[in-house]
């Protein structure tokens, strides 16, 4: 386990519908430095998140994860694995450093899942470039 597994294990409970949170980007590949943001992607039970994530609520795990890991949560940027593009799971997936998991084996599922090699990463820019193209004609 590592020491930000460690931080975050006496917050569980106010988090009940977590199901996997893990750090990637800057600090996830180790390359932080003083002034590097903290990026998170949660995943989170479907059902659960629809039950106890309603009005502000969403913003709860803001304050969880400043509390965890004493940093302001002016620093904290969090991606919704439940709805965030394929591209930012592929950079999780080849990035990130996983802190907690419900379940043993659901990080190494979502990185299988969602890890692209080269001619997927080349394909998927090239649909978001022409989206982006017909998005800028039609404005």
């Known amino acids: 386990m590592n020491h930000l597994s460690k931080q975050f294990s006496p917050f569980i409970p106010q988090v009940t519908y977590l199901k996997m949170l893990v750090i990637f980007g800057s600090r996830g590949r180790g390359e932080a430095h003083k002034k590097s943001d903290w990026d998170f992607a949660v995943l989170y039970d479907e059902k659960l998140e629809k039950e106890q994530l309603k009005g502000w609520n969403w913003l709860k795990i ?3 994860l400043a509390n965890a890991f004493e940093i302001s949560s002016d620093a904290i940027d969090v991606i919704n694995l ?9 950079y999780v997936a080849r990035d990130g450093q996983l802190i907690y998991e419900q379940e043993t084996g ?7 899942e969602n890890f692209m090699n080269q001619e997927e990463l ?7 470039r022409r989206e982006i193209e017909e998005f800028l004609q039609n404005a």
């Open 122 to 128: 080349k394909s998927l820019r090239q649909v978001m």
């Open 82 to 90: 439940n709805h965030c593009s394929p591209l930012i799971a592929h």
């Open 62 to 64: 803001y304050d969880v």
């Open 106 to 112: 659901l990080f190494e599922q979502f990185k299988t």
